[in-house]
Structure formats: structure tokens, C-alpha cells
């Protein structure tokens, strides 16, 4: 259950990332996410593999 719900994070953040890509240095990253940006999802995504 929580190795399926990574996948689906992770899945789901870089089928964004790779569907609206914008030019570095725009804070689109936390758009593109939805309101969460790669430093809050790492956290998140360690928090549920402990």
C-alpha cells in the first residue's frame, strides 16, 4: 500500500514536470505540483518509506 502510493507521488509529479516544462529559475516547479515543490515532496517521500 505505501510502496503503491510513492509510485503514484512520484508518478504524478514527473508526468507533471514533464508535461509543462518552463524555463529555470521561474517558481513553476510549485504550479507544476500542484502547491508542493521537490524539497517538500523528498521529505514526504522519506516520511512514508520510514
Do not use: C, E, H, Y
Not at 6 to 23: D, G, N, Q, R
Not at 25 to 50: E, M, Q, Y
Amino acid at each position: 500500500m505505501q510502496a503503491t502510493k510513492v509510485i503514484a507521488i512520484v508518478f504524478t509529479f514527473f508526468s507533471l514536470a514533464m508535461a509543462a516544462p518552463t524555463p529555470q529559475g521561474i517558481p513553476a516547479d510549485k504550479v507544476r505540483t500542484g502547491g508542493f515543490s521537490p524539497k517538500l515532496i523528498k521529505p514526504k517521500l522519506l516520511k512514508v518509506n520510514n
